[in-house]
Structures are given as structure tokens and as C-alpha cells.
């Protein structure tokens, strides 16, 4: 072949788009770290704002659902009008919206406030991707530039607890959401110099409709299961769980008749992108269900301060960046899909150990550790292998959507395990109380166990007492029927990923 009919080399990525790619890891941290903050500062903020059961958990996990609800609309007004324009609005947004959070005065208020959140958050998560998709037109670095970036979502999620125990331990619980104000000043400053411009050359039209059942979706379902689970079986609930299903049906039909869907489900159709997703959304529910739980046992059942269970928790970070760097070096050597299996089947060792969680933190911190680590290859790679499997007139649809299945496995296993566990709690605690504690207060430590420990501390030492222990061990009972349910989730992961396995070939599979 003659050096004229030679093809034509990807340029490379230079010094500037790595800076770019250092920028765009702001909003990558953060959108994550702002799932996982909250966790620490919950008992001082339950103590202040008093929610209820059903708004304890709206406030963990109404952020999740509105990023989860919006990724792919924003997605698609990136390539309309922008990704760089798009990220910027959104970290406009953010900061705007996390002063609002800090300053709330109520919990409807805080509910508020986050679920503004998690529409700027999502801004920022998919116009980073596609904008990093461009920067890095080279197929080698563009693989090691998503790793980079993921490893910085991970590592927000991971770091949040101990960010948050930092500042809570010098400030109020506000302080936890002021964080982000001079990250998005950063982003805002540096942005429009270092990163370009990117859009696509023929998006569609944004319809509405789709815009609006995509937000109904979750949060009618994710409410008829919170309010199942915390109030029992009643009608009205179920009536709104089935509501939500029969929405997400209607959206799902409206997809498949549009010229210019809102989310493209042909994607789907490609083993190499769906079967990542799906994976994705598991590791999502696994891993931000258990840490919600494990920030609270650090706390509220071992009784460390909000810096102490930060610390408690920093072994998690540092492992995962480690397998993350370890897995994403291995690529060359093995396939992608058998380091996701493996890493799923050792996690199970995680829950095992989560099981036997009692007074001593080492036990559940390992348990932390090992969960994590083995869920790390997956958050690692599936991105890349997501990116890389859609054709590249959709890869900003596929990051949206890859996107969306992170984030929404995140906010499911906060409101679905949160809210399993909120009631497991709940039973064992009617079945433990001791005598003498008032029906009033009964209902209200059967909601929380903040609203618990809040009430024993106003009874006499006699009542007191007893009741905070019999709270504590409620909590503790629910996680290990929290650990029993995550074992044969972990099982179909693995599962899942020895069909990657099967589906792809290894050209597919490998990060090009």
C-alpha cells in the first residue's frame, strides 16, 4: 500500500486535552460524591429537619431518580445545542441548587433542593462523556481517558463518606453541599477555554411527551415501593407502583414510533452495549444500597462520630482505585468480560461478611472492602466497552444511557434496598420492643432508627435504655438481611457477564 492510500491516523490528544479531560473530572466526583455525602450527615440532620420514614429516604435518593430521569433528555439538548454549553448550564445550576440544600429549613424543603440537584447533575454526567469522546479521537487514549473519568465517578461515590465526615466534623450538616460551589466555580472558569465546542450534526427533535414520562417513570415507582415498604400493603400505594409500570410501558411504546426517540432502543439490540448496561444498574443497586447502610451502622450502631466512620470507610476508596488501575492494565492481557466475572464472584465474600457484622467495625469494613473491589472491574470497563460498542453517530445516546443505568441502579438501591431494609427494621422492632415504651413513640422509632435513638434519649433511662438497644439490633438485623439478599444478586451478575462472554467476540469486547 502507498503512503497516499495509507488511512488516515486519529490525531492524537495533547497536553491541552488532558487538562480538559483533568476539568471534565469535576463534575464526574461529584455527581457521585453528591449521592454518597448525604450518608454521614444524616443523624445530625434528622435531628434537625425530623423527616419522616418516606422523606428520610426521599432525601437520599430523590437526587438518584432526577439525574437517572433527565440523563437522556439532556443527552439529547447536548447534541441540539451543545455539550460544553449544556455542562456549563448545569454547573450553574448545581452550585445554585446545593447553596438552596444548605440553607433548607424543612425536609420538604432539602427534598427540593436535591431533586434541582440531580437535574443539573444531570447536565454535566453525559455531556462529559461525549465531550471526551471527542477530545480523544484516538481509540487507545480514548479508553484510558474514560477509565480516568470512571475512576473519578468511582471515586466520588467512595469518598463522599469521608468528605462528608471531614466536613462535618468542623461545620453543620449544610456544609456537605456548599462543597460543590467552588468545584462548579472551577468548572465555570477553566471550561470554555480548554474544552471545545461539540454537538451533533443531525439530532432530532425533543418530544416532550417522552421528556415527561421518563421523569413519571421512577419516581412513581420508586414511591409505591417506598411507601410499601414502610407503611405496609395499601391500595393507594399499590395503585401508584402500578402506575408507574403502566407509564414506563407507554414510554417505552412511544420509543419504538418515534422517528427521533428520546431513548433509542435499537442500542439494545447490540449484546455488547445492553448486557454492560444491565450490569451497570446492578452494581449500582449493590454497591449504593450497602453503602447508605454501612454509613449509618458505622454511626448510629457503633456509635463513631461522623469523622471516625469517614475514616472507617477510606479503606473502600483506596482499594477500589487500586483494582481499578490493576483491571484497566490487565485489558490487553484478558478479556474484559472474564475480569468482570471474577470480580463478581469474589465480591460475594463481601455480604458473607456483612452477615456477621456486630460490634466490631473490622468485620464490616471488610466486608466494605471486599464488596467494592470486586464490583470495581465492572464499574472500570463496562463504560469503555458501552462506548466503544455503539456506532459513533450514537455515542452521545449511548453515554446518556450508560449514564442512565449507573445512576439509576445507584438511586434503585437506595430507595429499594433502603426501603427492604426500612422495613425489616420496622418488623423486627414491633417484635422487640420492651415494655413500657409509649404507642406514640413506638410508631416513630419504628420509622428511623435516628427517630429511635432521638426518642429513647427523651424517655426515662428505665425505657431509654433497653429501647435504643433493641433499635440498634433491629438496624443491625436488617443489614444482614440486606447482605442474604445481595449474595444471589452478585450470582446473577456474574452470570450476566459470562453472556457478555458468549455474545461479543473478543474484538468487540477488547477496549479498541
Same mark, same amino acid.
Request: hydrophobic fraction near 55%; charge should be neutral.
Given at each position: 500500500?502507498?503512503?497516499?492510500?495509507?488511512?488516515?491516523?486519529?490525531?492524537?490528544?495533547?497536553?491541552?486535552?488532558?487538562?480538559?479531560?483533568?476539568?471534565?473530572? @469535576?463534575?464526574?466526583?461529584? @455527581? %457521585?460524591?453528591?449521592?454518597? @455525602?448525604?450518608?454521614?450527615?444524616?443523624?445530625?440532620? /434528622?435531628?434537625?429537619? =425530623?423527616?419522616? &420514614?418516606?422523606?428520610?429516604?426521599?432525601?437520599?435518593?430523590?437526587?438518584?431518580?432526577?439525574?437517572?430521569?433527565?440523563?437522556?433528555?439532556?443527552?439529547?439538548?447536548?447534541?441540539?445545542?451543545?455539550?460544553?454549553?449544556?455542562?456549563?448550564?448545569?454547573?450553574?445550576?448545581?452550585?445554585?441548587?446545593?447553596?438552596?440544600?444548605?440553607?433548607?429549613?424543612?425536609?420538604?424543603?432539602?427534598?427540593?433542593? !436535591?431533586? *434541582?440537584?440531580?437535574?443539573?447533575?444531570?447536565?454535566?454526567?453525559? /455531556?462529559?462523556?461525549?465531550?471526551?469522546?471527542?477530545?480523544?479521537?484516538?481509540?487507545?487514549?480514548?479508553?484510558?481517558?474514560?477509565?480516568?473519568?470512571? %475512576?473519578?465517578?468511582?471515586?466520588?461515590?467512595?469518598?463522599?463518606?469521608?468528605?462528608? &465526615?471531614?466536613?462535618?466534623?468542623?461545620?453543620?450538616?449544610?456544609?456537605?453541599?456548599?462543597?460543590?460551589?467552588?468545584? %462548579?466555580?472551577?468548572?465555570?472558569?477553566?471550561?470554555?477555554?480548554?474544552? #471545545?465546542?461539540?454537538?451533533?450534526?443531525?439530532?432530532?427533535?425533543?418530544?416532550?411527551?417522552?421528556?415527561?414520562?421518563?421523569?413519571?417513570?421512577?419516581?412513581?415507582?420508586?414511591?409505591?415501593?417506598?411507601?410499601?415498604?414502610?407503611?405496609?400493603? $395499601?391500595?393507594?400505594?399499590?395503585? *401508584?407502583?402500578?402506575?408507574?409500570?403502566?407509564?414506563?410501558?407507554?414510554?417505552?411504546?412511544?420509543?419504538?414510533?418515534?422517528?427521533?426517540?428520546?431513548?433509542?432502543?435499537?442500542?439494545?439490540?447490540?449484546?455488547?452495549?445492553?448486557?454492560?448496561?444491565?450490569?451497570?444498574?446492578?452494581?449500582?443497586?449493590?454497591?449504593?444500597?450497602?453503602?447508605?447502610?454501612?454509613?449509618?451502622?458505622?454511626?448510629?450502631?457503633?456509635?463513631?462520630?461522623?469523622?471516625?466512620?469517614?475514616?472507617?470507610?477510606?479503606?473502600?476508596?483506596?482499594? &477500589?482505585?487500586?483494582?481499578?488501575?490493576?483491571?484497566?492494565?490487565?485489558?490487553?492481557?484478558? !478479556?474484559?468480560?472474564?475480569?468482570?466475572?471474577?470480580?463478581?464472584?469474589?465480591?460475594?465474600?463481601?455480604?458473607?461478611?456483612?452477615?456477621?457484622?456486630?460490634?466490631?467495625?473490622?468485620?464490616?469494613?471488610?466486608?466494605?472492602? $471486599?464488596?467494592?473491589?470486586?464490583?470495581?472491574?465492572?464499574?472500570?470497563?463496562?463504560?469503555?466497552?458501552?462506548?466503544?460498542?455503539?456506532?459513533?453517530?450514537?455515542?452521545?445516546?449511548?453515554?446518556?444511557?450508560?449514564?442512565?443505568?449507573?445512576?439509576?441502579?445507584?438511586?434503585?438501591?437506595?430507595?429499594?434496598?433502603?426501603?427492604?431494609?426500612?422495613?425489616?427494621?420496622?418488623?423486627?422492632?414491633?417484635?422487640?420492643? #420492651?415494655?413500657?415504651?409509649?404507642?406514640? *413513640?413506638? !410508631?416513630?422509632? =419504628?420509622?428511623?432508627?435516628?427517630?429511635?435513638?432521638?426518642?429513647?434519649?427523651?424517655?426515662?433511662?428505665?425505657? &431509654? *435504655?433497653?429501647?435504643?438497644?433493641?433499635?440498634?439490633?433491629?438496624?443491625?438485623? /436488617?443489614?444482614?438481611?440486606?447482605?442474604?439478599?445481595?449474595?444471589?444478586?452478585?450470582?446473577?451478575?456474574?452470570?450476566?457477564?459470562?453472556?457478555? !462472554?458468549?455474545?461479543?467476540?473478543?474484538?468487540?469486547? =477488547?477496549?479498541?
Amino acid at each position: 500500500m502507498s503512503a497516499a492510500e495509507a488511512p488516515e491516523l486519529p490525531v492524537r490528544a495533547g497536553a491541552r486535552e488532558w487538562a480538559a479531560l483533568a476539568v471534565l473530572g @469535576v463534575p464526574a466526583v461529584l @455527581v %457521585m460524591m453528591n449521592m454518597s @455525602v448525604l450518608y454521614l450527615a444524616l443523624p445530625s440532620l /434528622s435531628a434537625e429537619l =425530623r423527616p419522616g &420514614g418516606a422523606q428520610l429516604l426521599w432525601i437520599t435518593d430523590i437526587y438518584g431518580f432526577m439525574v437517572a430521569g433527565a440523563l437522556v433528555t439532556m443527552g439529547t439538548l447536548g447534541d441540539r445545542l451543545g455539550h460544553r454549553r449544556i455542562l456549563l448550564i448545569g454547573a450553574v445550576l448545581f452550585a445554585c441548587a446545593s447553596v438552596l440544600a444548605a440553607c433548607s429549613t424543612s425536609a420538604g424543603m432539602l427534598i427540593a433542593a !436535591r431533586a *434541582v440537584q440531580g437535574i443539573a447533575a444531570a447536565c454535566l454526567a453525559p /455531556s462529559s462523556l461525549a465531550l471526551i469522546r471527542a477530545l480523544f479521537p484516538d481509540s487507545r487514549q480514548r479508553t484510558l481517558a474514560i477509565t480516568i473519568w470512571m %475512576m473519578g465517578f468511582m471515586g466520588g461515590g467512595a469518598l463522599g463518606p469521608l468528605v462528608g &465526615g471531614v466536613l462535618l466534623h468542623f461545620s453543620w450538616w449544610g456544609a456537605v453541599f456548599l462543597l460543590a460551589v467552588p468545584a %462548579m466555580a472551577l468548572l465555570l472558569v477553566t471550561g470554555p477555554f480548554l474544552i #471545545p465546542e461539540s454537538r451533533a450534526t443531525a439530532a432530532g427533535r425533543l418530544d416532550a411527551v417522552s421528556v415527561v414520562l421518563s421523569l413519571l417513570t421512577p419516581l412513581a415507582i420508586v414511591f409505591g415501593i417506598k411507601d410499601l415498604a414502610v407503611h405496609g400493603f $395499601a391500595l393507594p400505594s399499590a395503585g *401508584v407502583l402500578a402506575a408507574g409500570l403502566a407509564i414506563g410501558t407507554i414510554f417505552v411504546r412511544r420509543q419504538r414510533r418515534l422517528a427521533h426517540p428520546l431513548l433509542d432502543l435499537t442500542l439494545f439490540r447490540i449484546p455488547a452495549f445492553a448486557v454492560p448496561i444491565a450490569g451497570m444498574a446492578l452494581v449500582g443497586i449493590l454497591l449504593f444500597g450497602t453503602s447508605l447502610l454501612t454509613s449509618q451502622y458505622l454511626q448510629l450502631v457503633l456509635g463513631f462520630s461522623p469523622l471516625e466512620a469517614g475514616l472507617w470507610q477510606l479503606p473502600t476508596a483506596v482499594t &477500589g482505585t487500586v483494582v481499578a488501575l490493576v483491571v484497566s492494565a490487565l485489558t490487553d492481557r484478558i !478479556r474484559p468480560a472474564v475480569l468482570m466475572t471474577a470480580g463478581a464472584t469474589l465480591a460475594v465474600a463481601g455480604p458473607v461478611l456483612l452477615t456477621q457484622a456486630d460490634d466490631n467495625p473490622f468485620v464490616l469494613v471488610c466486608g466494605s472492602v $471486599a464488596l467494592f473491589a470486586g464490583l470495581t472491574p465492572f464499574m472500570a470497563l463496562g463504560t469503555s466497552l458501552v462506548v466503544d460498542a455503539a456506532p459513533s453517530e450514537r455515542a452521545g445516546s449511548a453515554s446518556a444511557i450508560s449514564e442512565t443505568g449507573t445512576e439509576l441502579g445507584g438511586a434503585l438501591g437506595i430507595a429499594v434496598m433502603g426501603s427492604v431494609a426500612t422495613g425489616v427494621y420496622g418488623g423486627y422492632l414491633t417484635d422487640h420492643l #420492651p415494655p413500657g415504651v409509649p404507642p406514640e *413513640v413506638a !410508631r416513630a422509632a =419504628r420509622e428511623t432508627l435516628p427517630a429511635a435513638l432521638e426518642a429513647a434519649r427523651r424517655l426515662p433511662e428505665s425505657i &431509654g *435504655v433497653p429501647l435504643a438497644e433493641a433499635a440498634r439490633e433491629a438496624f443491625t438485623h /436488617s443489614l444482614h438481611v440486606h447482605a442474604l439478599i445481595t449474595i444471589p444478586l452478585l450470582a446473577a451478575l456474574a452470570l450476566l457477564t459470562l453472556t457478555l !462472554r458468549r455474545t461479543t467476540s473478543r474484538s468487540a469486547e =477488547r477496549t479498541r
